[in-house]
């Protein structure tokens, strides 16, 4: 069986054969989630050729997804609407089931000879497919879609910083390119028994959720969805990317892919978005600083969900972030803010203020701004715990890319992940620092605050 897959993005995850009486191959969807440049997908292609029999494509929906909100489900359900049109292009026949995800694979798995699924790196994500491989009679396989180089290839252990997995990555990325191919689908499977919930009318459908509801979707800013993701991209290529190293630290910019919603849902391969700039743009500072986020910056963020047990939590930052931060717990915070009061834009910082506004009105905030924004938090807080808790939980709360490794890296990161030490100062202790001072010379914040006010409707001079 030959799909274009490089060997190191397989693994099967239970030693069960496949089993012969079985209607067809399961690809469980649940990271990947798009028709193309999905090794997993293409995989169950080549499987379903190979044993004679179609493939179905199963979805599991669950309302209690970890800080899932009505944002972040209507996105995905956009996200999945696509997908399923992709899927019926290529005869694969797509079922969409409410239920806790390991459940509807488990369910829909008892009609398969083989069940294929994805890679996600957090903790549920790892429990459900070791419950699936556990629980399922047939054979399950693990196919790594989502990261350029398969987590445990890039490196053995967690990583220190960006300098010490660089290498690693640079070093052989260019082998993990390669476009996956499953060939055509023999079986024409689009009639496949099982059945599932229409994905029509998205409103209506996130209305009837036992979810959070309020935090409002954000469709008139970013609709997900694979074609959506590619011609985002596209349009970046086309009008921005020349400008993407001059206007890394510029937030009153547009010169950004907007890549990291549609990242974190699947939506695209990050594979994909190399394979793309290689052969549409000359190797220069933008093409390496492109490389260096959507490689080195984001595949560390996976090295450090993977190999540490509790990323999301305050006590496994680094030694003598937790120490120096600790030395410095009871200096005066001057001024102190509520979390009301910052989740409100309510503090005496325009720039700040404009930055939350963003991540509340459109789902989004441009890095340089998450930075300011994260230590920030950590300067108006009671303590450095309580302004990790309360980064976390509005950065989950409020991004469209939230609840991602890059989420739990980057938060971490603010209070000293990745990082060495500075020269020491109140509060921060020897935890770099930002200072309003710094984007005043660095940027154009107020600039950033005209373009807030005009993408969120607010008049610049109440933020
Ligand atoms: C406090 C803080 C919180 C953050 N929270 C998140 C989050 O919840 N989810 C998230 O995906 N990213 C997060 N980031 C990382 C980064 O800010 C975003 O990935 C980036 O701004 C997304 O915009 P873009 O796709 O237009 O980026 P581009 O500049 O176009 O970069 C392309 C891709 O590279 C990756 N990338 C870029 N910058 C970084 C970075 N600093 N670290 C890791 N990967 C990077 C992303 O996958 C991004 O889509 C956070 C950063 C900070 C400082």
New binding site residues.
């Given amino acids: 069986m030959d799909a274009n897959i490089a060997p190191e993005r397989i693994k099967h995850l239970n030693q069960k054969p496949a089993y012969d009486n079985g209607t067809y191959v399961l690809y469980w969807m649940q990271q990947s989630q798009r028709s193309y440049w999905n090794h997993a997908l293409e995989y169950a292609i080549a499987k379903a050729n190979e044993l004679d029999c179609g493939v179905l494509v199963g979805f599991g929906l669950m309302d209690d997804y970890p800080e899932a909100n009505a944002r972040h489900y209507t996105f995905l359900l956009e996200g999945l609407q696509q997908a399923q049109e992709g899927l019926e292009d290529r005869k694969c026949k797509f079922v969409l089931r409410f239920g806790h995800p390991a459940e509807v694979a488990l369910e829909l798995g008892q009609s398969a000879k083989c069940i294929v699924c994805d890679r996600g790196y957090l903790r549920h994500q790892r429990a459900w497919r070791d419950r699936v491989a556990e629980e399922a009679d047939c054979q399950v396989v693990q196919v790594e879609c989502d990261a350029v180089v398969p987590v445990e290839e890039a490196s053995d252990k967690q990583e220190y910083a960006a300098r010490t997995i660089r290498k690693k990555l640079m070093g052989q990325y260019e082998g993990f390119l390669e476009k996956p191919d499953g060939g055509t689908l023999q079986k024409d499977s689009r009639f496949l028994q099982p059945t599932g919930q229409d994905i029509e009318d998205i409103p209506a459908m996130v209305k009837r959720m036992d979810i959070d509801h309020s935090v409002a979707p954000v469709s008139e800013h970013f609709q997900g969805g694979e074609q959506r993701a590619a011609a985002v991209f596209e349009r ?1 290529l086309q009008q921005h990317f020349s400008d ?1 190293s001059a206007h ?1 630290n510029q937030p009153q910019t547009d010169d ?9 849902f699947g939506h695209i391969a ?1 594979a994909h ?1 190399l394979q793309w700039v290689r052969q549409a743009k000359p190797k220069d500072d933008n093409r390496e ?2 490389v ?10 996976i090295n450090f969900c993977y190999y540490t047990e509790d990323y999301d939590r305050f006590d496994t930052l680094p030694g003598w972030a937790q120490e120096t931060l600790a030395e410095h717990s009871k200096d005066e915070r001057d001024p102190a803010y509520t979390l009301e009061e910052l989740e409100h834009a309510q503090t005496h910082d325009p720039y700040w203020n404009a930055a939350m506004l963003e991540m509340k009105h459109t789902g ?5 701004m ?2 300011y ?3 920030q938090i950590l300067a108006w807080s009671p303590d450095p715990k309580t302004a990790y808790d309360r ?1 976390l939980h509005l ?2 709360k409020y ?1 469209l ?11 971490s ?2 209070f000293g992940q990745h990082d060495r030490g500075w020269t020491e100062r109140p509060i921060f202790g020897k935890v770099r620092i930002m200072k309003q001072s710094g984007l005043k010379r660095k940027m154009k914040p107020d600039q950033y605050v005209e373009k807030v006010a005009r993408l969120t409707g607010i008049d610049a001079t109440e933020i």
């Fill in positions: 970046f993407y890394r950004v892919s907007y890549m990291s919603m549609y990242l974190h990050p978005l600083d492109f260096e986020e959507l490689l080195v910056r984001r595949e560390l963020g989004y905030m441009h890095n340089y998450r930075m924004w994260g230590k980064t950065n989950n991004f890319d939230g609840r991602d490794c890059n989420s739990f890296a980057n938060v990161w603010v």
